[in-house]
């Protein structure tokens, strides 16, 4: 343990050097081990077998309302790398109109490890590709053009600390998976179907949870036999009808008309540049009825086996379960210190009480923003998917995005989706292909009718959100259930 | 980088070739500096010093890649990494195809785009440039951005032979955002370049000036959905013809028969006349890409001549698994310009009705087969009649095919500009394209409009 003892003692030191030189806030996360492994088998071809390891410290300091990151991936250098950090918010400081404030909190001490029994990264190649192939395999079939298997795995080791005296250390483990087939339909367009990984809520998330049939492997019949019905189905027609989302197609739909507009930096006009805006605003909180009375979205929501629960957030906040959405009235976001102290100051009133613990970072080379934790639709009373089949008179079941287009300030959106069901009186009558729907977000939640029951609840996995500047790539879970909507504009006008 | 790294990693491939390893070392430094603005304020200042080596190895039809990004300081520590990769590439599955090792084709050192100044620049610098714009445009409005410099460093050596390629550039690509704090438009300025100086904030206070008194005159326009006369600005015209020529002209695209192009054949007319693009490195609009990823000098290549399909592009391991010759790729996307003038109302004066669209937000692809994408209008968008500015237009969507974008052209700016399409996610990778400034287009289907920017 040289190496962390070494290390926590130049940090420690240079945290306390920089607070002496007048810094409000300091705190380094060091990544001790941040291990990923990629392997893709495209057509039975294992054309992606790709390792990456990195190891580095990340460096912020506040000073004077402002903030300045500096990371390096030599870690003999850690003074330097300080005083950059110094430097750039020193910089930042003589340009600032609001000065960020983290408040006040007490240090504290924390370990978190993410449920797992096999590591996935010390799985032998051999057997990791063996168990790939046997997928690809159970995929194969003559008149399927295009396969392909493609796994994730990630191991990271962070150190936390913090001019509070704040210490956290976490072991995450993530593992990640698709599944694709595709073939040509009857006008030559290449038409897909996949399955993704998905998590049960208390179960664990090492290489026993892409190995159990149930999750993701033995889907593979289903993937074919949806394709098949896809090749010849009749396309979408353009009108205004109920849409069920699948969990497969939902999680994407909260991803980015809830999750997204609720994180707070986003909100206060942080993201502008970038990702965009929303069109929540501080005055929404308490007020704004997002969508109907069936609609109750929660934060993070105590799930274990995720990979947006991760014990401690980027700033060492405890992950909290909380209502964003509470009967159809926005009440909460996803927020972290500094912007929840902003948002207050703003809005001359105490909007927040404590930080969501939505402050992540992708890597040790990226300052935290705001991010999405587990963002969830609570299940309803509304049965069954074939309850709510049974209740509906014109409409389609979707699954799993092709496309997904956002306005900027996540008021209006399009959905591509590879597979549709038809239903007319009550009953699944065909298959439909290259279904797509569209709609403005507040309209739409307020068009929601029907929400499944716990047994249509999964949660989903999300390994590639994008966001930021400098961009990062972030990891984080959605659980749902079965959601259907009324009235809305599917298929696309000719 | 200094000498004693570059003698360690070719000593650690010189060690590979002796022990019949065939492997590619890759060394990628940068020096990354990004300001951050929201709220007329700096929200953010970062500075990040990361160096990463990545290797390839290659054995029969089994190959293993390894990213190292953290301390390597002894050729033993990395011909070590070398070997573990070896292992892992000895440990995979076999392909029905060879992979191919990157051949350097000659010794490469250049350094022609980088400039010590830009990236040594102060982060004074950016904060004195965004002061201005806000102090010259107003400070009532509410100011938003991001300025991104820095440098990139790549050594690359491979076992196939004795040559090495050194290179080294600077990039910077600058934004600014202005929002009326309570009309809630946006509008937006980008600048981009590889010199200290390439980015003022003249060019920005100017851009803001000409455009503003319309906005702040003019309420927001709602676009029924239906086809419209749509005039693309440079960013919307680089987003798009970047997607169009992805999807339409990669080799691994055509051959897997995933894009637009999957039923044409080279030779056929696919889009406008007017329409010309190509790969080319020695445009002073892009950043230089000395090697293709199989090793070859780049060169100039077509891909689309005159609106017909000239060319695929094929990276090294697609070629291999196709039968064909791998391309000189530089990644470097020109769009030729056409005659029209420089102003684009000029061009749109005897028009009853256009929409002025210069950037399409969150672009995606719900039929790659159709070539359908999908995306909305956000900054500086106007809705003009008879060549004059009448008002700003809300959020509108457009949900149309890439044949139809670049086979409808009514006219094409004579004047090109470069568009930064570099993002900074991994590594530091600076990308550009050079398209013409606006391109006229008729026909193109609106198929939302919120009632709001
Ligand atoms: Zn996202």
């Given at each position: 343990m040289s190496i962390f003892n070494d290390l926590k003692e130049a940090v420690t030191r240079n945290i306390g050097r920089v607070m002496n030189a007048g810094a409000q806030y300091s705190d380094a996360r060091w990544y001790e081990d941040d291990s990923s492994e990629m392997l893709m088998l495209l057509d039975g071809n294992l054309e992606g077998n790709d390792t990456t390891v990195e190891s580095g410290l990340g460096v912020r300091v506040l000073y004077g309302g402002a903030w300045g990151f500096a990371a390096i991936s030599q870690t003999a250098d850690i003074d330097t790398c300080f005083d950059r950090a110094m430097a750039n918010a020193i910089s930042a400081s003589k340009l600032v109109k609001v000065k960020l404030d983290m408040g006040k909190k007490p240090g504290h001490t924390g370990s978190y490890t993410s449920p797992f029994k096999i590591d996935p990264i010390d799985v032998s190649l051999s057997d990791?590709?063996?168990?790939?192939?046997?997928?690809?395999?159970?995929?194969?079939?003559?008149?399927?053009?295009?396969?392909?298997?493609?796994?994730?795995?990630?191991?990271?080791?962070?150190?936390?600390?913090?001019?509070?005296?704040?210490y956290t250390q976490k072991k995450l483990i993530n593992t990640f998976a698709h599944m694709t087939a595709m073939a040509l339909d009857k006008d030559k367009q290449m038409q897909r179907r996949s399955k993704t990984l998905y998590c049960e809520t208390e179960g664990t998330r090492g290489w026993e949870m892409l190995t159990n049939p149930a999750l993701w492997s033995g889907h593979a019949d289903r993937v074919k036999t949806e394709l098949k019905e896809v090749l010849t189905a009749p396309e979408l027609e353009y009108g205004k009808r109920s849409v069920i989302l699948l969990p497969g197609q939902g999680h994407l739909q909260v991803h980015e008309t809830i999750g997204h507009p609720l994180e707070l930096d986003r909100i206060l006009g942080y993201e502008l540049s970038y990702a965009g805006g929303s069109f929540v605003n501080?005055?929404?909180?308490?007020?704004?009825?997002?969508?109907?009375?069936?609609?109750?979205?929660?934060?993070?929501?105590?799930?274990?086996?995720?990979?947006?629960?991760?014990?401690?957030?980027?700033e060492g906040t405890p992950e909290r379960d909380y209502l964003l959405i509470d009967k159809g009235i926005l009440v909460n976001c996803l927020t972290s210190r500094a912007m929840i102290s902003e948002a207050n100051q703003r809005a001359g009133r105490e909007v927040f009480t404590e930080s969501g613990g939505a402050s992540r970072s992708t890597a040790f080379y990226r300052a935290p923003i705001d991010r999405m934790t587990n963002v969830n639709i609570l299940p309803g009373d509304d049965g069954t998917l074939e309850d709510i089949i049974?209740?509906?008179?014109?409409?389609?079941?979707?699954?799993?995005?092709?496309?997904?287009?956002?306005?900027?300030?996540?008021?209006?959106?399009?959905?591509?989706?590879?597979?549709?069901?038809?239903?007319?009186?009550?009953?699944?009558?065909?298959?439909?292909?290259?279904?797509?729907?569209?709609?403005?977000?507040?309209?739409?939640?307020?068009?929601l009718t029907a929400v499944?029951?716990?047994?249509?609840?999964?949660?989903?996995?999300?390994?590639?959100?994008?966001?930021?500047e400098p961009n990062q790539v972030m990891e984080l879970g959605h659980g749902l259930p079965v959601v259907k909507f009324d009235n809305v504009i599917s298929g696309e006008r000719k | 980088m200094n000498e004693k790294t570059k003698s360690m990693i070719t000593e650690a491939r010189d060690m590979a070739q002796n022990r019949g390893i065939m492997a590619s070392i890759n060394y990628h430094r940068e020096n990354s500096h990004l300001m951050r603005i929201g709220n007329n304020s700096v929200s953010l200042n970062t500075s990040e010093e990361l160096t990463r080596i990545d290797i390839e190895v290659i054995q029969g039809r089994k190959k293993g890649t390894h990213t190292h990004l953290g301390e390597i300081d002894s050729v033993d520590e990395l011909f070590n990494t070398i070997l573990k990769v070896s292992e892992k590439a000895g440990k995979s599955a076999e392909m029905d195809f060879e992979p191919v090792l990157t051949v350097i084709e000659a010794n490469v050192e250049t350094e022609a785009q980088y400039d010590e100044a830009l990236d040594n620049l102060n982060p004074s610098v950016k904060e004195q440039v965004y002061s201005a714009i806000f102090k010259n445009v107003g400070e009532d409005y509410n100011y938003s951005g991001s300025w991104s410099s820095g440098s990139t460093e790549t050594f690359s050596v491979t076992t196939a032979n004795k040559n090495s390629a050194w290179h080294r550039l600077t990039d910077q690509q600058f934004m600014c955002v202005l929002k009326h704090p309570e009309k809630m438009w946006e509008l937006a300025s980008w600048q981009t370049g590889t010199k200290a100086g390439d980015v003022t904030a003249e060019v920005t206070i100017n851009e803001f000036k000409s455009i503003l008194p319309t906005y702040e005159n003019r309420e927001g326009f709602g676009v029924e959905p239906g086809n419209y006369k749509?005039?693309?600005?440079?960013?919307?015209?680089?987003?798009?013809?970047?997607?169009?020529?992805?999807?339409?002209?990669?080799?691994?695209?055509?051959?897997?028969?995933?894009?637009?192009?999957?039923?044409?054949?080279?030779?056929?007319?696919?889009?406008?006349?007017?329409?010309?693009?190509?790969?080319?490195?020695?445009?002073?609009?892009?950043?230089?890409?000395?090697l293709s990823d199989s090793g070859m000098l780049t060169r100039t290549q077509t891909m689309i001549d005159k609106g017909r399909f000239a060319g695929l592009l094929y990276d090294r391991n697609t070629a291999s698994k196709y039968g064909k010759k791998a391309t000189p790729n530089a990644g470097c996307l020109v769009m030729r310009p056409g005659d029209g003038p420089?102003?684009?109302?000029?061009?749109?004066?005897?028009?009853?009705?256009?929409?002025?669209?210069?950037?399409?937000?969150?672009?995606?692809?719900?039929?790659?087969?159709?070539g359908i994408f999908t995306g909305s209008s956000r900054f500086s968008a106007v809705l003009v009649e008879k060549g004059k500015i009448v008002s700003p237009?809300?959020?509108?969507?457009?949900?149309?095919?890439?044949?139809?974008?670049?086979?409808?052209?009514?006219?094409?700016?004579?004047?090109?500009?470069?568009?930064?399409?570099?993002?900074?996610?991994?590594?530091r990778a600076p990308s550009a394209v050079s398209v013409p400034t606006w391109m006229l287009i008729d026909d193109v289907k609106i198929t939302d409009c919120a009632d709001s920017f």
């Open positions: 990791k590709v063996d168990f790939l192939k046997s997928v690809d395999d159970s995929l194969t079939e003559d008149w399927i053009l295009r396969r392909m298997i493609r796994v994730q795995m990630q191991r990271m080791i962070i150190h936390f600390w913090s001019s509070e005296g704040t501080l005055d929404s909180f308490g007020k704004l009825k997002y969508g109907s009375d069936k609609l109750t979205a929660s934060a993070y929501g105590s799930i274990t086996n995720s990979p947006g629960s991760f014990g401690f957030d980027a049974s209740t509906t008179e014109d409409g389609i079941i979707v699954d799993n995005p092709t496309s997904w287009s956002i306005g900027s300030n996540r008021e209006h959106f399009h959905f591509g989706c590879e597979i549709a069901w038809e239903v007319k009186n009550g009953r699944i009558t065909r298959v439909l292909r290259n279904p797509s729907y569209q709609g403005h977000t507040v309209e739409f939640y307020n068009n499944g029951d716990e047994s249509t609840w999964v949660v989903e996995q999300v390994e590639n959100c994008g966001k930021g | 749509v005039v693309l600005g440079s960013q919307a015209i680089g987003e798009l013809i970047g997607m169009t020529v992805w999807i339409g002209c990669a080799g691994r695209m055509w051959e897997m028969k995933m894009g637009w192009t999957a039923d044409k054949n080279i030779g056929d007319n696919i889009l406008h006349p007017s329409v010309t693009v190509l790969d080319d490195p020695t445009s002073d609009q892009i950043f230089s890409e000395p420089s102003d684009f109302l000029e061009a749109v004066r005897d028009i009853d009705r256009v929409l002025y669209i210069p950037a399409i937000h969150y672009m995606n692809m719900p039929n790659m087969s159709k237009i809300f959020s509108s969507r457009i949900t149309d095919q890439f044949e139809n974008i670049f086979g409808n052209v009514l006219a094409i700016s004579s004047e090109t500009v470069s568009v930064n399409t570099s993002n900074t996610y991994g590594r």
